[in-house]
């Protein structure tokens, strides 16, 4: 039994090791005993990490990052690569972020298959999906992702995952799993989503409130470490059980909405995005506009993971932060 | 004036009930007089502690001593509870006194002496003689007292009555609809589809009037609808989609133990800014198949319009004259699932809302603007709802789904069905209103 438990001990490599999600997936990682170690790679040191935490420094925009990540990941034999080098905070380089999301996953995509590493985990967003008019009640996973045009935070990704899509049917030895989160919100996460809850006094769309859902910045995380463990392969969808109105998740979260009319929202918007404060950015106006339920059937059945926090829970961690 | 200032002397009209009443007024409402009146059986002989006592009572105590307590408008409150002195026991309960619910206020306000004189207070104990007038008194001290004594009793016994309650909990419910409508509902209790259970209910005294006394909503043949997933396919009537929500309250109401009802709305009702919200927090869904499907693997009965909008833009002297059933989508999903087909005929919604004119629209993005009598006050015509004979399908292969004569064949018959169902209720009915 102790010889299967050694066996089963995972090693597992961490990108983007000092971003928002790992910050919450290492504490986890270090108290699991399932894992041996694990190998955080960003371009600087995570800030406290313990004992079976490694770090190597890797910038992964760079050329030539792939064969370093390969050389680093074949040295201590990783089993699981989580790919969690993403911008969530705000952006001053869009080409840097794209550079990085983009040209990095691609390095990373490559050099996992190249360490012989058994499996990629890596997040994605149920907004990918896009929030059309057209859209069913509950988005399955099969929904084309047609992201928001003008918008290069959400178009970055819907590369990623494509570049994934066309990987996993070239190189099917590699298990790609995808985890599409709802918006994740939480007291220490830094997103767009939490920054334009954060300013409390939303701007929304008079006459229009749609259903969104979200999910704990805690939760992800877990859903992050199930996924180094579960035998699925895929996309799935992870939200935190609940669906709320976009009025009701602002006022759980302790601000206040501001319905404008159309036109005035789009101008508002835009100054506000020109100011500097954060705001959802002029794309995103669909996702105040129609529904956006993902449907997080397939997590909780095939994938086995089940969300501690509901979603007026979820969004009720933001009071007071 | 033995009868007294207010004419509601209680030992001469045997006013207890009465206080009763006033005394169950929840205590959230209304001013706080009503919800400081302690909530507890009375002992026999207690007398009444709150509204027909009369307010002249306390001037008194000013000529005492010049102490002078808080008077109304303040506080409705104060005012009543001033007649209970601190600590006096108000009953008796199990040979236990239960202690004034007011007592450490009670110190720092009632700080006038005893309004014992000249006449028996009445604060005394609740074992005071019931013949005492304590009325009379009201009289000596002159008109003013007296006027506002009747109007504050009038006043809190408006404010407990019940149609009181059911007027406030009326105006609630049409906030929350507002509120809904301009996108601020902030509701937290949704279902997955959106619909709000707590706005339905604060909405029930509005769907309530609509349906039982508005409407009188007459559903035959309601036992007809199957347990488990089932197509009711209607015919889509008046202006403005009242129907769905209307068919989905009798099938709640008449068959309570189905699984809850929806019904699907086309997009040009469900992305409609106001009126979109708000029909989907009362239930509605958007009509497309993926919709359908997931309602009926979850067993529940699928209201449906196959009509559409063209159902809605039928002008008034086109009413009851069935448009095309669209592409059979309905019946498809019926094959392919196993959903019986149950036509359901509604009459009387074409008089509630009839389009007489279609205004152009465009400049509001809408493809016209419908011109109704009340605008989008619906009329009080009576509805009759008639759910037919289910359509079964069941003896069909699945593979049926894929034939266009079929599916053709099932939607026709559907069409008839309810078109006949339509004639005779129409020739059956007595009076439009």
Redesign the interface.
Known sequence: MSGSQDQARLRVAVTGATGDLASLLLPLLEQDERVERVLAIDTSKPPAHGPKVDFHPIELSQQGSETLLAEALTKTGIDVVCHLAFIHGRVHSPSFAHELEVIGSMQVLSATWRARARRLIVPSLTALYGAR??H???LKEDTPLLGSPGSRFLNDRVEVEQQLQAFRKSHPELEILVLRFAPIVGPTVNNPMTRWLKTRLVP??????P?WQVIHEEDAARALQHALFAKAQGAFNVAAP???????L???SGGA?V?LPHAAARAAIHALEMSGVAAVPEPLLDFIH??L?ADSRRSREELGFVPSYDA?DAAASLRGV | MAKGVLGNDPFLRGAAPREEKAEEGPPERGPAAVSRRPAKPRAAGATALGSERPAPARPRSKGKNGARPSRLPASVSGKLNERIAPGEQLAKVDGQALPHPEAPEKAAVNDRPAISSPSPSPTTTPSRSPSTPTTTTTVELGGVEENRGRGLARLVRLLASTSFEKAAAAARGLGRALATGLGVGASVCLDDYGRDAELVRALEPWSAFLYQRYWRVRVQGVERVPTGSAILVANHSGALPFDGFILHLALDRERPELNQSRWLVEDQVFHAPFVGPLINRLGAVRACPENAVRLLEENRPVIVFPEGVQGMGKLFRERYQLKRFGRGGFAKLAVRHRAPIIPVAVVGAEESLPLLYKLPGKWLGAPYLPLTPLGPLPLPARWCVRFGEPIEVSQLPREAAENPAEIQGLTDRTRETIQEMLAAMLEERSSVF
């Open positions: 008019p057209h069913p009640a509950f929304t769309l008079l006459g229009f409130d259903l609940g669906v709320l109105s976009l009025s009701g602002v006022r759980q909405v319905p129609y529904n339920v007026r």
